[in-house]
């Protein structure tokens, strides 16, 4: 899909004073089918690949996926999920009653939210469709028999007593004591509980089972919450799978397989597919960054931003701005976040670009910088935003990475400050969308790619 090309304005010094795209806005809106897709589920030696979707879109599997939520909901349950992380690096709170929390999203117009993939649980196998989340490390689903409270879903409950490889995982078990939370104990099992930043809650038994990711790749002992007491926005999906650092998380438990190697790339529009990889790369097609790590949040994949350029010029922002509380990149955050020195200057000259088109309100606090398109017909230009990495790496944003849509002619610019200069930036997945984005925990590194999800 072609999302806009850059157009370069020279002055007689033959200097190059801006770069802006022009913007078909149809491309930033998703259709009412689901587009095919090259890259389905497939498996070689040493990889694996599953089909992603926006669980809120044509090629969700969900039946309630025209469900929505008004975009004030929508922003305040991502900053809810940005506080929580902020509280999580802090330490603020005890990390029993914190994990990323996941903001549901209706994917109508702002439709960069959660992902989905379906995999297997149990021997038989019992396909279940779950949330995948970089900033969470325990996988888990909703298990009977629902003791407390289960959130409606659309596949029926996994029944451990169905499967002939489950088992319960001993208090005594070192695989208890690598939780993230204290685990506590029902008899002899080990108990997990995750309390999410939007006050949605799971917990049940610590257990391991047969993980399936395609007809021939398997996971003996794979170990998740089995989870009889869930409560919250988690959508229909049966329950998540956490791509964090920490020893619980699938990257470390097939570390053996796959080597700690992960991709995704994550549809520009709902109404489009995308791919979770895991396995091998082809590195010539990445720009690697250092993946950086602060032992204090272990879970989270840490980079280097090192500046933004708006219009081909990089904003008057001191580099120790960003180097202050850091950078992660999360696909669970929907608008990236910016401490609030680097937000102001990235707005300033975003609007000095964008002087031709009529501005209004934001629909929230947190999207301020919004503008009417209307009249304009269907074709606008916008100033092009380019990221700056550590290694010397540019990002350059398409349109959709860039304006998120919230409705068919306003649309907003996709990123937002943090209330001061101390708090974490977060790269969030807008900002990810059609790019190859790799993971690669042994040579401690991160990689974008031209991607477009074929």
């Known amino acids: ?229 869930n409560m919250g926005l988690f959508g229909r999906t049966d329950g998540l799978l956490g791509l964090g650092r920490d020893k619980p998380s699938i990257v470390s438990q097939t570390y053996n397989k796959y080597g700690g190697v992960f991709s995704y790339c994550l549809p520009l529009t709902s109404s489009s597919v995308g791919y979770l990889s895991f396995g091998s790369y082809p590195a010539g097609d990445l720009l690697l960054t250092p993946m950086l790590s602060d032992p204090n949040s272990p879970t989270f994949y840490y980079l280097a931003l090192t500046g933004i350029s708006v219009g081909g010029q990089l904003i008057a922002v001191p580099p120790s701005i960003f180097t202050r509380a850091g950078t992660i990149i999360d696909s669970g955050t929907v608008i990236t976040r910016l401490p609030a020195t680097a937000y102001s200057a990235l707005r300033s000259a975003f609007r000095q670009g964008m002087t031709a088109y009529k501005s209004v309100p934001g629909t929230t606090g947190l999207l301020d910088t919004c503008y009417d398109f209307n009249g304009s017909g269907g074709k606008v230009i916008i100033p092009r935003v380019a990221l700056h990495l550590g290694g010397g790496v540019t990002i350059n944003l398409g349109a959709a990475g860039i304006l998120v849509a919230v409705s068919r002619t306003q649309l907003c610019l996709a990123f937002a400050g943090n209330g001061d200069d101390s708090s974490m930036g977060i790269l969030g997945n807008t900002q990810q969308k059609g790019f190859n984005v790799l993971y690669d925990i042994n040579k401690r590194v991160i990689g974008f790619g031209p991607g477009n999800c074929s």
């Not at 021939?216 to 007491?229: M, N």
């Open 1 to 229: 899909m072609l999302l806009g090309f850059i157009v370069y304005i020279v002055d007689g010094t033959d200097q190059i004073l801006s770069a802006r795209f022009h913007v078909d806005l149809k491309t930033l809106h998703p259709r009412d089918s689901c587009s095919p897709s090259v890259k389905g589920v497939s498996s070689g030696s040493n990889w694996t690949s599953l089909r992603v979707v926006h669980r809120y879109g044509p090629c969700s599997p969900f039946a309630d996926q025209r469900k929505q939520l008004s975009h004030a909901k929508i922003l305040d349950l991502d900053q809810a999920h940005v506080d929580d992380i902020h509280r999580r690096v802090s330490h603020s709170e005890p990390l029993a009653a914190s994990a990323t929390a996941i903001p549901t999203r209706s994917g109508a117009y702002l439709d960069s939210g959660n992902y989905v993939v379906t995999v297997g649980f149990g021997t038989p196998k019992k396909d279940q469709t779950v949330i995948f989340d970089t900033g969470s490390s325990v996988s888990w689903i909703q298990c009977q028999p629902c003791v407390g409270s289960c959130y409606k879903q659309e596949a029926p409950l996994f029944d451990p007593s169905l499967s002939s490889t489950y088992a319960n995982i001993s208090c005594a078990s070192c695989f208890c004591n690598e939780l993230l939370n204290k685990p506590r104990c029902s008899a002899s099992d080990c108990i997990y509980s995750v309390r999410y930043g939007d006050g949605s809650v799971t917990a049940g038994f610590y257990a391991q089972d047969t993980l399936t990711l395609s007809p021939v790749d398997s996971t003996p002992g794979f170990r998740f919450g089995c989870g009889e007491r």
